[in-house]
């Protein structure tokens, strides 16, 4: 069975993340099979906030280099959500 943490990873904090708190969007890594509704879903269970919307992407992994070995890192999956007026996650 799948949980809510199996689909929200965990969130990401970046500089670009943390400037988009202020218009109360906030940037999750989240499983590649994962969906819009079950992304709303997992976050407004964790988090309890209501989710207004939800954008995803998948990031392609970039070429990594150890030694003389070449290779590529794995693609992952993005989720920009946004809350609705009044909801806010609080970070630390």
């Not at 970046?14 to 400037?19: P, V």
């Not at 995803?56 to 007026?85: F, H, N």
């Amino acid at each position: 069975m799948i949980t809510c943490f199996d689909i929200v990873k965990s969130l990401l904090r970046t500089e670009k993340g943390t400037s988009q708190e202020a218009l109360r969007k906030y940037t999750f890594y989240v499983a590649k099979n994962a969906t819009k509704v079950d992304i709303k879903g997992a976050v407004e269970e964790i988090y309890k906030v209501k989710v207004d919307a939800v954008h995803t992407m998948i990031v392609a992994g970039k070429p990594k280099r150890v030694r003389q070995q070449l290779g590529y890192a794995s693609d992952w999956k993005k989720a920009i959500v946004t809350l609705k007026e009044g909801s806010k996650i609080e970070t630390t």
